[in-house]
């Protein structure tokens, strides 16, 4: 009797058949990498805003402004405008204190080469921060500004990225 080498049909089918399924349970989790990457990139960012804020919140207290309705910052947060001992909700509020951030101009702009968007909304005072390629309401941040006797708000919605 001869052997012969090498796989027979049957074989070679179960592997197509095995590869095939692996493909199809990992191809949706290695295609949803962007998502995660917005995701986390926002997660960072609202990491930056709070440790800010906090920072800048110190200040105001250090500095006896905690309850300034406005005050202009001094020293690292020289340009920041604060509202009740927070940041305002504005490009020269809280994104000034974020100085990696450049906001730009205008109530709805993107900077050339960010990539996020920002929206302020005057009448509720708040700034809304969203990636500018997933320009979405469920993947944001909306920091709204202090108010008299109160504390600046901070909310993330990633649940869209």
Do not use: H
Not at 14 to 37: K, S, T
Not at 47 to 54: P, R, T, V
Not at 132 to 150: L, M, P, T
């Amino acid at each position: 009797m001869r052997r012969s080498a090498g796989f027979t049909l049957i074989e070679l089918v179960i592997v197509m058949v095995i590869l095939g399924i692996l493909g199809a349970v990992a191809a949706p989790r290695f295609l949803n990498l962007q998502n995660d990457a917005y995701s986390a990139s926002l997660k960072a960012l609202r990491s930056n805003m709070q440790s800010a804020l906090q920072m800048a919140n110190v200040k105001a207290v250090l500095e006896g402004k905690e309850q300034s309705p406005t005050w202009n910052g001094t020293g690292e947060f020289t340009g920041v405008v604060f509202k009740y001992g927070y940041p305002a909700a504005a490009p020269t509020g809280i994104l000034a204190a974020l100085q990696g951030l450049e906001a730009g101009s205008g109530d709805d702009k993107t900077p050339s080469g960010k990539p996020y968007t920002y929206i302020l909304d005057a009448s509720l005072n708040t700034l809304t921060i969203r990636p500018s390629k997933k320009n979405v309401s469920d993947c944001q941040i909306v920091y709204r500004e202090a108010v008299s006797g109160g504390t600046a708000l901070l909310n993330m919605n990633s649940s869209g990225c």
